[in-house]
């Protein structure tokens, strides 16, 4: 007896072969391994055959992850031996890893002496490294991929074509013989840039030595890594990150921070046990958490740091060298994608940085450090999903009871086979997102796949990169969409391409979108009560909407609630500049405390858009507090008011509840209690937590929580503690922001089309 099995998941490139092999071995079976299109085929016979899944599901690689298995039983082959064969055929089906941060055992081999790749910056395994970021095209060899000017020794050679080597068939497998080289760049007196000579040069590290000592003179230098430049100082001198931000022109977005090791950042920052898995794990996040010590320019005014791990062989190396945190901030002009080569670094940034490390293994597709913050009881949301997680995978077959197909999709009645396709075979369909925090998703055959962050597509440069992001998904994938689906707003860059197509298009709401990412994470089906909270999202009535309540399910959704809409003062401006929009809200005597008066009530006659924004909420009661002149940047009055909030202080302000929700009495609260900030910000988060709660108690319907605002830590805790007998959901590794958007219009496609 001869036994089949057809894997899928994440099974190439991972040295999932290599782990077949080994176990095969081990049980004495004979057969072969192979990769296809359809996926991994394995063909085993022997007597410890019935051993053969569950050693190779406990012994799974690190990178590697079983979505399927499918057995058949056949009559015996007799083989006499256990092969891995070589396939010609291309897998343009099979996922591709993202980019991993380098493993215990790379680094192991990099600090010991006697190992060929002592220092070596550019080590890696089938368990570690490069991945998306370097790969052109499918299938994944060396020759799709900036390894490909790189020609393979022998004794690296020989690594990659033995079975039982960790570095079988790791594409990027290199050493110093055959591997890329660092190098420094500095920046002359007249402004030009030169490579620097390094003397000493038979001293292996010395360049990453040269960057640590201008890191410590108070330099800034910018480092390449695995998906992009950051820029980089030391995160202790002031001076340093003062000058950082005058000449990037951030005068006070917070800075993400870089750290030897998780006892270094334990000195800096309160840790709890779920932040240390967050920032341990093998995906190196940016990890939200809260500050012990003030590092003055770093984050000022808010309670939190985002920290990280080193995550490549050159950042270990570098911090041989420094053992204070540095700031380590994509290298890009305010939110354009992250700059991948030192040409482009010197022509945006070269005013910013004094010293560059470059090398030249090129990145083929940038990708961002990915971002997330624990919350509540174990759980976590993603705030930005990119290196680690993204390209985003997930197996979307349709679950099966008795034969039947349980998502009840019409066209799926009355087939008698035993397996389904939630997705017609024939439609393939790409979301394009949002405007903010643009990603893009693709549904194809059984696979539905998001790309990792893009960015806000307010410039040439990041709509370019949205455009390239879809043709390399396209290629990757061998993916052609049939059907787009975009967002409703109208100004929205993604729209515009997406109706510049000639597809089928459709246009779907912006917050119902949130929703749908949510039951698209959690296979949700049925009706769920979902509070979506947000900035700005087109309302099916023409006005910007962002304070939802809908009922809904995968095909439809009623706004049964909303926060009361009022006038955008300014328009688009109000996002940065509060003052009007606020205090013309306000009551009379209460309004006249603020300098504005006059021009906001006098503003408050003119024409404009309304909007039902809970980002604007939170924006009108931090100003009117005192906390706020401006929003500076995205979050900041969230953040305050996160940072403000007190559990001891139980006051709440009543918000009637009818079709509408009634915040006003909490701006003249706020304004009567200007300059109390805990008081406000502890008031209004107990206040909006109390409405959600007695809406949640009006339905018999489990509930959703999405929206940018949801990445309120604070708020997203409360509200799961005072939600009781009830289950809440949210989005954990699809973003819970607008990064999400992308996701649930893939979703409403895969269910409705
Ligand atoms: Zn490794
Ligand atoms: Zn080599």
């Known amino acids: 007896m001869r036994i ?52 190779l599901k406990n012994n799974l690689p690190p990178l590697a992850r079983i979505d399927t298995i499918e057995e058949t039983v056949l009559r015996a082959k007799n083989y006499t031996d256990f092969q891995i064969i070589e396939s010609k055929e291309t897998t343009k089906t099979t996922s591709i890893s993202p980019d991993i941060a380098v493993c215990e055992e790379c680094l192991k081999e990099m600090f010991d002496k006697n190992n060929r790749r002592y220092l070596f910056p550019f080590i890696n395994c089938t368990n570690c490294g490069p991945r ?49 080289e660092l190098n420094v760049k500095c920046k002359m007196e007249n402004g030009k840039w030169q490579e620097l000579r390094i003397e000493n040069g038979e001293l292996r590290i010395k360049k ?47 800075f993400a921070m870089m750290f030897k090791n998780i006892e270094t950042i334990k000195r800096y920052c309160k840790l709890t046990y779920n932040d240390v898995n967050l920032i341990t794990s093998k995906e190196k996040p940016i990890t939200l958490v809260k500050k012990q010590v003030e590092l003055n320019g770093i984050a000022d005014g808010i309670d939190r740091y985002g920290v990280f791990l080193p995550y490549t062989p050159i950042h270990y190396l570098l911090f041989e060298y420094i053992d204070f945190p540095i700031v380590a901030t994509s290298a890009n002009i305010s939110d354009e994608p992250i700059i991948r080569d030192s040409d482009e670094l010197i022509d945006k940034l070269g005013t910013v940085v004094d010293y560059i490390l470059d090398n030249n293994r090129d990145i083929i597709n940038a990708c961002d450090d990915s971002v997330v913050q624990a919350v509540g009881d174990g759980e976590y949301i993603t705030m930005r999903c990119a290196r680690g997680y993204a390209p985003l995978m997930k197996n979307v077959e349709c679950r099966m009871e008795n034969g039947e197909c349980k998502e009840n999709i019409t066209k799926h009645k009355n087939k008698k086979i035993n397996k389904f396709s939630i997705l017609n075979s024939q439609f393939s369909i790409l979301g394009v997102g949002a405007n903010q925090k643009n990603t893009i998703s693709l549904a194809f055959k059984e696979k539905f796949i998001l790309s990792p962050h893009i960015g806000d597509l307010g410039t040439l440069g990041s709509i370019e990169y949205f455009e390239r992001t879809i043709d390399t998904f396209r290629r990757l994938y061998d993916f052609k969409e049939d059907v787009i689906i975009c967002d409703k707003h109208p100004y929205y860059e993604s729209t515009k391409w997406a109706l510049n197509q000639n597809k089928e298009i459709y246009q779907l709401q ?7 990412a949510t039951m698209f994470e959690y296979d949700l089906e049925g009706d769920y009560l979902a509070f979506i909270f947000d900035g700005t999202g087109y309302g099916d009535d023409g006005s910007i909407w962002g304070g939802e309540v809908f009922i809904c399910n995968r095909h439809s959704y009623e706004r049964i609630h909303y926060f009361k809409p009022f006038k955008l003062i300014g328009g688009e401006k109000a996002v940065k500049n509060p003052a009007n ?15 504005n008066y006059k021009i906001a009530k006098n503003l408050s006659k003119g024409n404009f858009p309304l909007t039902s924004s809970m980002g604007r909420i939170f924006d009108m009661v931090a100003f009117l507090a005192g906390m706020i002149e401006r929003n500076e940047w995205e979050g900041m009055s969230g953040l305050l008011i996160e940072k403000n909030y007190n559990p001891e202080i139980k006051e709440i302000v009543n918000f ?8 006003i009495e909490m701006l003249n609260f706020a304004a009567k209690n200007k300059g109390s900030f805990e008081l406000v910000s502890s008031v209004f988060i107990n206040s909006l937590v109390q409405s959600i709660v007695k ?36 989005n954990k590794n699809i973003p819970i922001n607008d990064g999400g958007i992308s996701a649930g219009q893939t979703a409403w496609g895969m269910w409705n089309l």
């Open 4 to 55: 089949k099995y057809k894997i899928n998941g994440i099974v190439q490139g991972v040295g999932f072969r290599p782990t077949v092999y080994k176990i095969a071995k081990k049980l004495n079976l004979c057969g072969y391994v192979l990769n296809s299109s359809d996926g991994v085929i394995i063909e085993i016979e022997g007597e410890n055959k019935e051993r053969f899944i569950n050693e």
């Open 132 to 180: 998306y970021t370097i790969i052109k095209d499918i299938p994944y060899d060396r020759k799709n991929t900036s390894m490909a000017k790189f020609k393979m020794c022998e004794e690296c050679y020989k690594e990659y074509t033995n079975p039982l080597d960790r570095r079988y068939h790791a594409e990027p497998t290199c050493c110093y013989d055959c591997g890329p």
């Open 208 to 254: 990453i030595e040269v960057i640590a000592e201008k890191i410590k003179e108070g330099k800034i230098v910018a480092i390449k890594g695995l998906g992009g430049f950051h820029l980089v100082c030391d995160a202790t001198n002031e001076n340093a990150v003062k000058e950082l931000r005058r000449r990037k022109q951030r005068p006070s977005k917070p």
């Open 510 to 516: 912006h917050h119902y979108a949130h929703a749908l």
């Open 581 to 595: 929009m606020a205090v013309a809200l306000l009551n009379d005597d209460l309004a006249k405390i603020y300098k």
């Open 656 to 663: 009637e509840i009818n079709k509408e929700i009634d915040f």
């Open 695 to 730: 809406i949640s108690d009006m339905y018999d319907l489990d509930i959703i929580v999405g929206g940018g605002v949801f990445q309120n830590k604070t708020l997203l805790t409360q509200v799961l503690k005072n939600i009781k007998n009830k289950k809440v959901y949210f």
